[in-house]
């Protein structure tokens, strides 16, 4: 069993970063092995919309999104952190989620090569936005969790929490709380 976690904020050890291990905490305690990616510290440029990779299953571009890829199909569940920019995802996760494109094909299936890891895959989300109104955060919950529609993968759920300032999320317990259930949850449901 293992649980990806993807950071979409730059900010290591912020907010989104301390949510995203309170998760792998849980799906740890769950038994769990688990990993984090931070897009940032990662070259991934946006897709340039070729559709070499509706033919072949594999994008043209050289940079470290080839290796994500592979994480991403060897990951039984995985679980993104992401803070509200400008009420939209960072550009680190917009990139990385384009990127997905290449795991599709033609008519956005699953590539035939991809379908059997793909299928039912575990999909989670924690989002972190500085308005008090976490609901700030709906327009990155309707791109994951469309995404998880769309192509079939099991919906985890989103936990959406408020914090602004670095680290300020520590005095948020429930938020604290409800990342390390997500975590757990990544690590427990069956795979359909
Ligand atoms: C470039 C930038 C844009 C931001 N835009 C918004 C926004 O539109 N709405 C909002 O509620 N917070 C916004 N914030 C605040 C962050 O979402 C907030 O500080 C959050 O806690 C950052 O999470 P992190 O510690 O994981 O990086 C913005 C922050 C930055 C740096």
Same mark, same amino acid.
């Given at each position: ?8 904020? $730059? ?21 769990? =092995? !688990?990993?984090?990616? #931070? ?8 897709? %340039? ?11 043209? +571009? ?6 994500? %890829?592979?994480?991403? *199909?060897?990951?039984?569940? #995985? #679980? ?8 939209? @995802?960072?550009? /680190? ?9 290449? *795991? ?6 699953? /590539? ?5 890891? @793909?299928?039912?895959?575990? +999909?989670?989300? #924690?989002?972190?936005?500085?308005? $008090?109104?976490? %609901?700030?955060?709906? $327009?990155?919950? %309707? ?15 989103? !936990?959406?929490?408020?914090?602004? =300032?670095?680290?300020?999320? +520590? ?18 449901? /069956?795979?359909?």
């Amino acid at each position: 069993m293992k649980v990806l976690g993807v950071m979409g904020s $730059p900010r290591i050890g912020g907010n989104s970063d301390i949510l995203l291990d309170e998760a792998l905490s849980g799906a740890k305690e769950a038994g769990a =092995e !688990v990993e984090k990616i #931070i897009l940032d510290k990662l070259k991934i440029s946006g897709c %340039h919309d070729c559709k070499k990779c509706n033919e072949t299953g594999l994008c043209v +571009i050289k940079d470290d999104m080839q290796e994500i %890829h592979k994480k991403i *199909l060897e990951a039984d569940a #995985i #679980i993104h952190s992401c803070p509200v920019y400008f009420w939209a @995802m960072t550009a /680190q996760m917009k990139a990385y989620l384009d990127r997905w494109t290449a *795991l599709f094909d033609a008519e956005w299936r699953w /590539q035939k090569a991809y379908y059997p890891k @793909m299928k039912g895959k575990r +999909i989670g989300l #924690i989002t972190v936005c500085g308005d $008090p109104n976490p %609901h700030t955060a709906d $327009p990155i919950v %309707h791109s994951f969790k469309s995404t998880a529609d769309m192509t079939k993968l099991s919906w985890l759920g989103a !936990v959406m929490a408020s914090a602004a =300032e670095k680290a300020d999320i +520590i005095n948020d317990k429930t938020a604290i709380g409800q990342a390390f259930e997500l975590g757990k949850k990544a690590s427990q449901m /069956q795979k359909k």
